[in-house]
């Protein structure tokens, strides 16, 4: 079967780094996403990784490793408005994106 | 520039009642998707339409779901008979196309819906 794995929830500070994993099982990979969700707000395009290594984009850097189905989002200088949830998605062989559950950010001061 | 709209932003209806819920995608997207997301959950994919076709309707929960789309625009999801595990909001997302070069393929959401059933 087909199975996006990712943290349920995470905490962290204000100011500092986190890493969210994000493993998956797929038939077949053309590419993995990363939304941000607010809460009681839609999903926003954050970051598309589709070969392996790390793509940097301001404070949020995305990574992928295809040969161990991994990859990670990570934020630094955390900022309270990164209170969000965090959405790894796949594209496997056809149009459509596997998306796992999301993880839950909590940043405290 | 304009995004992808959905009416209404909330609904809420008893139980055993028809709901018809719309999707406005980004002009120029031909396709479309429709997700359902309870609380604290995440995406669940309903239906996807490439254009006014859907060639795959395997993610709607029940046959009381249907989802149509006309002109390749504005498509529609309707409930019948609504049940109370059918309340969570219900997210509508376009992109360029469905296949191709990595942009193409970001989904653009629209705010939800969000769908109470009492």
């Known amino acids: 079967g087909q199975n996006i794995d990712q943290p349920t929830e995470m905490t962290a500070t204000e100011g500092a780094i986190v890493q969210i994993n994000c493993t998956y099982q797929?038939?077949?990979?053309?590419?993995l996403f990363w939304y941000q969700q607010h809460a009681g707000e839609a999903p926003t395009f954050l970051s598309y990784?589709?070969l392996d290594g790390l793509e940097e984009k301001g404070r949020f850097s995305s990574f992928l490793s295809r040969s161990k189905g991994y990859s990670y989002l990570l934020l630094k200088e955390l900022q309270m408005k990164d209170s969000a949830s965090y959405l790894c998605?796949?594209?496997?062989?056809?149009?459509?994106?596997?998306w796992g559950a999301g993880t839950k950010l909590i940043i405290k001061p | 520039g304009a995004g992808v709209s959905q009416s209404p932003s909330n609904k809420v209806t008893e139980k055993g009642k028809d709901v018809e819920l719309r999707c406005d995608p980004i002009?120029?997207?031909?396709?479309l998707y429709w997700y359902r997301q309870s609380l604290g959950q995440g995406l669940e994919f309903l239906i996807y339409?490439?254009?006014?076709?859907?060639?795959?309707k395997s993610g709607l929960p029940s046959d009381r779901f249907s989802a149509e789309r006309t002109g390749g625009s504005v498509s529609t999801l309707t409930i019948q008979r609504t049940q109370q595990e059918d309340s969570a909001v219900y997210l509508c997302?376009?992109?360029?196309?469905?296949?191709?070069?990595?942009?193409?393929?970001?989904?653009?959401f629209g705010p939800g819906t969000r769908l109470t059933v009492t």
């Open positions: 997302a376009s992109s360029l196309v469905a296949s191709g070069g990595p942009n193409p393929y970001e989904q653009y």
């Open positions: 002009s120029g997207h031909t396709a």
């Open positions: 339409f490439q254009g006014n076709s859907a060639p795959d």
């Open positions: 797929t038939s077949g990979f053309n590419g």
């Open positions: 990784n589709v």
């Open positions: 998605a796949v594209k496997g062989s056809n149009y459509q994106l596997i």
